[in-house]
C-alpha cells in the first residue's frame, strides 16, 4: 500500500532563512507525487507536482522540489522564507494514469518568526 | 474562477441529526471526492467518484453516504449525525485522467 510519512509536525524558521521540508514515500511503481499547501481557514492549494523527467520541480510562490527515487524522498525546499508562508503543507503520492487516488501526509505546520 | 464550491461552510449538528454538504465544481472535471481533515491524521478519503454514474468508498466510509447527481455536482450526507464526525470536510474534482486534485475551501462540521 502506498503511504507518506512527513516527519515533521511542526517547524519554526526566521524569516529570511532557508527552508526544507521533508517528505519520504512509499510506492510500488513510479510515483506521482505533489506538495499542497493550506493557509488557516483555507482549502489546499497545489504548489508543485512531480510525474517524470527533471527531478528538481519548481513550483509557484518560489518553492522548488527535488525527487530522490534512491531515498523515496520528495523534499519541498524555498531559499528565502516570507512571513506569509506560514502555513500547513502537505506532501501527497498518488498512482500515475488512470483516476485518482492519492495519499496524503499528515502535513506540517510552519511557523515564521521576524 | 469559482472552481470547487462547498457548502455550507460552517456548521453544527446534535448528535443524530442529518445533513448534507454540497459540492459543485465547475471546471468539467470527471472525478470528485470527500475527504475529512483530522488533527494528526492528515486528509483522509471518505468516498470518490470515478465519474458521473459510479461513485466507490474510500478509506474511511462509515457513517456517510454519497450522490453523484451530475457531472458537476458531488453531495456527502451524515445520516445520523456522531461526535465522532466532527472534522473539517474538503470537497475536490480532478480530471479522470489527471493527476492534479482541486480542492474546495471546506466546511467545518461540529456535532455535539
Known amino acids: 500500500a502506498q503511504s507518506v510519512t512527513q516527519p515533521d509536525i511542526h517547524i519554526t524558521v526566521s524569516e529570511g532563512a532557508s527552508l526544507e521540508l521533508r517528505c519520504n514515500y512509499s510506492?510500488?511503481?513510479?510515483?506521482?507525487l505533489f506538495w499542497y499547501v493550506q493557509s488557516p481557514g483555507q482549502g489546499l492549494q497545489l504548489l508543485l507536482k512531480?510525474?517524470?523527467?527533471?527531478?528538481l520541480v519548481q513550483g509557484i510562490k518560489g518553492f522548488e522540489a527535488e525527487f530522490k527515487r534512491s531515498q523515496s524522498s520528495f523534499n519541498l525546499r524555498k531559499p528565502s522564507v516570507h512571513w506569509s508562508d506560514a502555513a500547513e503543507y502537505f506532501c501527497?503520492?498518488?498512482?500515475?494514469?488512470?483516476?485518482?487516488?492519492?495519499?496524503f501526509g499528515i502535513g506540517t505546520k510552519l511557523q515564521v518568526i521576524p | 474562477n469559482a472552481g470547487v464550491t462547498q457548502t455550507p461552510k460552517f456548521q453544527v449538528l446534535k448528535t443524530g441529526q442529518s445533513m448534507t454538504l454540497q459540492c459543485a465544481q465547475d471546471?468539467?472535471?470527471?472525478?470528485m471526492y470527500w475527504y475529512r481533515q483530522d488533527p494528526g491524521m492528515g486528509l483522509r478519503l471518505i468516498y470518490y467518484?470515478?465519474?458521473?454514474?459510479?461513485?466507490d468508498k474510500g478509506e474511511v466510509p462509515n457513517g456517510y453516504n454519497v450522490s453523484r447527481l451530475n457531472k458537476r455536482e458531488f453531495s456527502l450526507r451524515l445520516e445520523s449525525a456522531a461526535p465522532s464526525q466532527t472534522s473539517v470536510y474538503f470537497c475536490?474534482?480532478?480530471?479522470?485522467?489527471?493527476?492534479?486534485?482541486?480542492f474546495g475551501e471546506g466546511s467545518w462540521l461540529t456535532v455535539v
Open positions: 501527497a503520492v498518488g498512482p500515475s494514469g488512470g483516476y485518482q487516488k492519492v495519499t
Open positions: 471546471m468539467n472535471h470527471n472525478s
Open positions: 467518484s470515478a465519474s458521473e454514474g459510479t461513485t
Open positions: 510506492y510500488g511503481a513510479t510515483p506521482y
Open positions: 512531480y510525474f517524470s523527467g527533471d527531478t
Open positions: 475536490a474534482s480532478s480530471e479522470i485522467n489527471g493527476n492534479t486534485i482541486y
